[in-house]
């Protein structure tokens, strides 16, 4: 088993990618465009396309904006795999890191062989809606969160020890 080194991480990534990559498969085959189908008083599914970054940030520029983020995605992915493979011992760190990297490879597929993002997942309250997302960016934010958590959780160590090393 890979328990011990760095590839470990890069198996959590591709169970990210493929879960991504099936979920948005089964939600384009099922759904067109706009179209919602309700699950819950406060979630949907919607199938929508996203041209732009997050809260579809960008999404409404000319089309400079593809190959700017599949440039960034693409960069932070090989910065994600230099840090992954550095600093493997660290599980909360490298964890966090290989959730973050699913995501980013799950969404840059999608730029790249779509020219989009698909995005599905719909919650709101009352009138309104989160902007749509999908199982990449569920991943990017929790490994995020992971990363917050552990980078306060180290600070909060190192000012109990007055800064030596943890």
Same mark, same amino acid.
């Given at each position: ?13 591709? #169970? ?28 949907? #599914?919607? #199938? ?119």
């Amino acid at each position: 088993m890979l328990s011990h080194n760095w590839q470990r991480w890069f198996v959590i990534s591709a #169970l990210v990618i493929v879960l991504d990559q099936v979920t948005k498969y089964w939600v384009s085959q099922s759904l067109a465009p706009g179209a919602g189908v309700p699950v819950m008083p406060f979630f949907n #599914l919607v #199938l929508t396309y996203n041209t732009g970054a997050a809260f579809s940030f960008l999404s409404q520029a000319s089309g400079w904006q593809r190959g700017f983020f599949i440039l960034i995605a693409a960069l932070a992915s090989l910065l994600i795999i230099y840090f992954i493979r550095r600093y493997h011992q660290e599980k909360r760190f490298s964890f966090g890191l290989s959730l973050i990297l699913g995501g980013a490879v799950g969404n840059l597929w999608d730029r790249i062989v779509l020219g989009h993002v698909v995005d599905f997942l719909d919650f709101y309250i009352k009138a309104y809606h989160w902007p749509a997302f999908n199982v990449a960016d569920s991943a990017i934010t929790c490994g995020a969160a992971l990363l917050i958590w552990d980078g306060l959780r180290l600070n909060k160590a190192k000012q109990k020890t007055g800064g030596a090393k943890v």
